[in-house]
């Protein structure tokens, strides 16, 4: 089944702790992005990556880190989560193209004590 | 740079009834048009998308939307709402060129009402 896979679903941890979101997708698609979301600020971009090692930031990249070393995985890094950071956190892959649609992971609710 | 707006950020409606939730976009070069519905406590899945042709675009679960060029618009309707589509929707716009990242709205809360 073709899908984009998040883990964990939930995270809570605590100021300045790092840690580290892992997303994976089967598609074997180029682009991959991340999104956090929040109430009343829909969904914003944090990083996103054209194709292995190519990564450029997004909207709202201060405090996020991210590597393509391989094709279907993309990380998103936390150095030093701040409560800030509290929110619920998507993973998505598409193929080149403007036309190709996002194929989004299930969420990870993190949230930062 | 594209931008994207949705007019209402909820929309109660009654069971059965139509629904028109609203998006507008500003971009100067031509656009591909999209619509994402988020159910509780799930991702994003694509309702559905105009590329090019036909204006009026069909999607799952019996929506619809027009591209309005003129009005720079691409509204999504029901005519005949269910409990079960009680979800946030996005509107999205990306650019044909394709140098630029998929920009989305803020979202609709559509609430279906029994």
């Known amino acids: 089944e073709a899908q984009v896979t998040q883990n964990p679903r939930y995270l809570i941890t605590v100021t300045g702790k790092k840690l580290t979101v892992t997303c994976s997708q089967n598609?074997?698609?180029?682009?991959m992005s991340w999104y956090r979301q929040d109430p009343g600020l829909g969904l914003r971009q944090i990083y996103y990556?054209?194709?292995?090692?190519?990564?450029d930031k997004g909207d709202v990249p201060e405090g996020y880190k991210v590597s393509r070393k391989e094709k279907r995985n993309f990380p998103l890094i936390l150095e030093s989560p701040s409560p800030n950071q509290t929110s619920l956190y998507f993973c998505?892959?598409?193929?080149?193209?403007?036309?190709?649609?996002?194929?989004f992971g299930n969420g990870t609710r993190l949230t930062v004590t | 740079a594209q931008s994207v707006t949705q007019l209402d950020s909820q929309v109660p409606v009654f069971e059965e009834a139509p629904v028109e939730l609203r998006c507008n976009y500003s971009?100067?070069?031509?656009?591909?048009l999209f619509w994402y519905v988020q159910y509780p406590n799930q991702g994003l899945q694509l309702l559905l998308k105009?590329?090019?042709?036909?204006?009026l675009v069909k999607g799952i679960n019996g929506f619809e939307a027009e591209f309005n060029k003129s009005q720079t618009s691409f509204h999504l309707r029901k005519p005949s709402v269910h409990i079960s589509d009680t979800a946030e929707y996005f509107c999205?716009?990306?650019?044909?060129?394709?140098?630029?990242?998929?920009?989305f709205g803020k979202g609709t809360r559509l609430s279906v009402i029994a």
């Open positions: 998505a892959s598409s193929g080149t193209g403007a036309n190709s649609p996002l194929h």
């Open positions: 598609m074997n698609h180029e682009y």
């Open positions: 990556s054209m194709n292995v090692e190519v990564t």
């Open positions: 971009s100067s070069v031509s656009v591909y």
């Open positions: 105009y590329l090019s042709g036909s204006t």
């Open positions: 999205a716009v990306s650019l044909v060129s394709g140098n630029t990242p998929l920009v």
